[in-house]
């Protein structure tokens, strides 16, 4: 997926237990933007998907790279009151490896938005309270979308929230605001409106729609030969037609010269 104002990744709101309101203490900085409302990107189908349908209803390789997959299972079209969910900054073209991590977040002013000399002077926090989201997609540098360029290229951690999980820190009008972030020891997808598989299972559950694109395939290609069959039959009918009515005309001028 890309980056709207935001990226790719998906997350669901949660209580902050002790231990995660001091791991925010001791936390690292980044920027997080927003995406899933209104802009034309969908918070399912993310880099860490099980599952990938083109718009034939084809099936597509697995995205399971890392011994389990991720699926949001949520609407395609979510609205600001659906489920949360973010990406995180790749390089290059490359998809996250933090697939299925979860992350404590918080808004604060930093040199995105807010502080002293930063690019821009209004904050765009509204709550300094912490969300925890997990991570289903990426946002590559390399997209062709212009925003990834911008936020998405390495310059610092960079988080693109879904719709309501940035509404529940900060002002969608702002766009892009600050964020301290700390990865959390553990979580849970069911928490997270999130579903997953190993990839064992996944490659079995291919395996059946593998073979019946292949009985698709098989009966197709039969019908086609069957139906070349017909023709190739009514052409040799005609032919032979055309052979023998020649002929018959022929012995029969024959016979009238006599």
């Given at each position: 997926m890309v980056c709207s104002p935001a990226g790719v990744l998906v997350v669901t709101l949660i209580g902050i237990t002790c231990s995660q309101a001091q791991a925010l203490a001791s936390s690292s900085l980044g920027r997080a933007?927003?995406?899933?409302?209104?802009?034309?990107?969908?918070?399912?189908?993310?880099?860490?998907?099980?599952?990938?349908?083109?718009?034939e209803s084809s099936w597509l390789n697995s995205r399971c790279e890392s011994g389990f997959c991720f699926d949001y299972i949520g609407a395609p079209r979510p609205s600001p009151g659906s489920g949360m969910v973010a990406a995180m900054n790749t390089a290059g073209l490359n998809n996250t490896d933090e697939?299925?991590?979860?992350?404590?977040?918080?808004?604060?002013?930093?040199?995105?938005r807010g502080r002293p000399g930063s690019e821009f002077q209004d904050s765009g926090c509204i709550s300094d309270k912490s969300i925890t989201v997990m991570i289903t997609d990426s946002c590559p540098c390399d997209h062709a979308n212009p925003d990834n360029k911008k936020w998405c290229c390495g310059d610092t951690t960079h988080l693109d929230l879904s719709y309501m999980a940035f509404g529940l820190i900060a002002n969608h009008s702002k766009g892009v605001v600050d964020i301290k972030f700390e990865k959390l020891a553990s979580c849970e997808?069911?928490?997270?409106?999130?579903?997953?598989?190993?990839c064992d299972k996944l490659q079995k559950y291919h395996a059946v729609?593998?073979?019946?694109?292949?009985?698709?395939?098989?009966?197709?290609?039969?019908?086609?030969?069957?139906?070349?069959?017909?023709?190739?039959?009514?052409?040799?009918?005609?032919?032979?037609?055309?052979?023998?009515?020649?002929?018959?005309?022929?012995?029969h001028e024959h016979l009238c010269d006599c």
């Open positions: 933007t927003f995406y899933g409302a209104g802009d034309g990107f969908t918070l399912n189908d993310g880099s860490c998907a099980c599952h990938k349908q083109d718009s697939c299925g991590t979860c992350y404590a977040v918080s808004c604060v002013n930093g040199p995105t997808a069911s928490e997270h409106g999130v579903n997953t598989q190993t729609y593998q073979a019946a694109d292949v009985c698709r395939a098989v009966f197709g290609a039969s019908i086609s030969l069957l139906f070349a069959g017909f023709v190739l039959i009514y052409l040799i009918t005609g032919i032979w037609q055309r052979v023998y009515h020649h002929r018959h005309e022929a012995v």
